[in-house]
């Protein structure tokens, strides 16, 4: 049903896991997908070879690099926003710097990113989608997240800024939250985690990274063309539990 050739999708982190499910699910839709790495090239240039994409390469923490790439990459009419760093340490032991490097990563860098294409943008006269891969933890923290956590909430609210102020210029803003999503030796890493989710949660599994790439798909076709603001929670229902 959704078909968007003729699409450039701009993935960051699809190195990762998660990154490389979106990057793969908007290829399936038959978009152009640019697939961002700072790190992990190797991953990124096989994705790329994969799913008949490209690959570019960028500090997101550095505006300079940051408008570099979008220089190189041209104009994006899809951008998610889906690097991210994760750290767990109890709110008494984190220092300033590790503070200040969650939401560098998590928050700064989306600001900056999503500045630079909306500004392409808005110089072309083009509409755009901005997807912004957030956290269930947006909104219901976990102990020893507290940075991870805050940085995701300020993500949300920066999507909805974003959307209440360009709905006008046809580029929509809008942010998914994904659950416990599993990768490569998850179950033997944190069997009781997994455990715990799978009895909270009402569709009783984990997610795959491709769901979170179905759910940004969705967002960026024509099918959601009136859905700016907004947040989308994947995450197998866990969100109806009080806790997991």
């Known amino acids: 049903m959704i078909n968007l050739k003729g699409q450039r999708v701009l993935v960051t982190g699809a190195g990762g896991n998660i990154g490389a499910g979106i990057a793969r699910r908007f290829a399936a839709a038959g978009a152009e997908v640019v697939a961002h790495y700072r790190h992990s090239a190797e991953a990124a240039t096989a994705l790329a070879e994969e ?92 102990a020893g997240h507290a940075a991870y956590a805050s940085a995701k909430a300020a993500m949300n609210m920066h999507t909805r800024a974003s959307a209440l102020e360009y709905g006008r210029d046809g580029i929509r803003f809008n942010t998914v939250s994904p659950g416990f999503i599993g990768r490569p030796g998850i179950d033997e890493h944190w069997p009781e985690g997994v455990a715990r989710w799978h009895a909270a949660a009402p569709l009783h599994r984990l997610g795959t990274p491709e769901d979170v790439g179905n759910a940004c798909v969705f967002l960026a076709s024509p099918l959601a063309e009136w859905i700016t603001g907004q947040n989308l929670a994947v995450d197998g229902g866990v969100s109806t539990h009080p806790t997991w």
């Open 51 to 142: 799913i008949g994409g490209s690959t570019v390469r960028a500090d997101l923490t550095d505006p300079a690099q940051v408008e570099a790439m979008v220089e190189r990459v041209g104009t994006v009419d899809v951008l998610v926003n889906n690097a991210a760093v994760q750290s767990v340490c109890p709110l008494r032991e984190l220092s300033t710097s590790e503070w200040r490097e969650i939401f560098d990563a998590n928050l700064h860098a989306v600001f900056t990113l999503t500045q630079a294409v909306v500004r392409r943008l808005l110089d072309e006269g083009r509409p755009g989608s901005v997807i912004a891969i957030s956290s269930i933890e947006g909104d219901q923290p976990a």
